[in-house]
């Protein structure tokens, strides 16, 4: 079964996730809302992802790539690994931009709410793909 911490952070991702999206539901409530709220809440998606990608790094996907039986696995769990440096890098740029200077956001509203639903829709299609097809083989293969 797949490691129930990575589950529980996948569930806490997608909070926040939910939580921004209401945030910046649209222009006009962007600019009167608090900016440094929002600005919070992509600190607090920040701590779960780096979180999230340290247990992944340091056991979950060691223990997938080391799957001797099942093939499939390994190499789905190999092309997560690669695509999710991509990702890290991207995030992380993005948060550094908008945690350090939170009045970035309201300099260009539109470009923020554009770059968030991006960032906000990549992770959460990384999230889908993990369990829909990695974590379901794993859990498959591990059942028999």
């Known amino acids: 079964m797949i490691n129930q911490i990575v589950k529980k952070q996948h569930q806490e991702i997608r909070q926040v996730i939910k939580e921004l999206r209401e945030d910046i539901y649209d222009l006009e409530s962007l600019a009167s809302g608090n900016i440094l709220l929002v600005a919070l809440k992509i600190g607090t998606l920040n701590g779960i992802m780096q979180m999230h990608l340290k247990h992944e790094d340091d056991f979950l996907y060691p223990a997938l790539l080391n799957n001797n039986e099942n093939v499939e696995i390994k190499e789905i769990a190999q092309k997560f690994v690669t695509e999710m440096g991509n990702l890290a890098a991207v995030f992380k740029e993005y948060q550094e931009k908008y945690i350090r200077n939170p009045e970035i956001?309201?300099?260009?509203?539109?470009?923020?709410?554009?770059?968030?639903?991006?960032?906000?829709?990549?992770?959460?299609?990384?999230?889908?793909?993990?369990?829909?097809?990695?974590?379901?083989?794993?859990?498959?293969?591990?059942a028999k």
């Open 105 to 142: 956001i309201r300099k260009d509203l539109k470009q923020f709410i554009q770059e968030t639903e991006q960032i906000l829709n990549a992770i959460s299609k990384r999230i889908d793909s993990e369990e829909d097809e990695l974590f379901k083989l794993w859990e498959a293969n591990s």
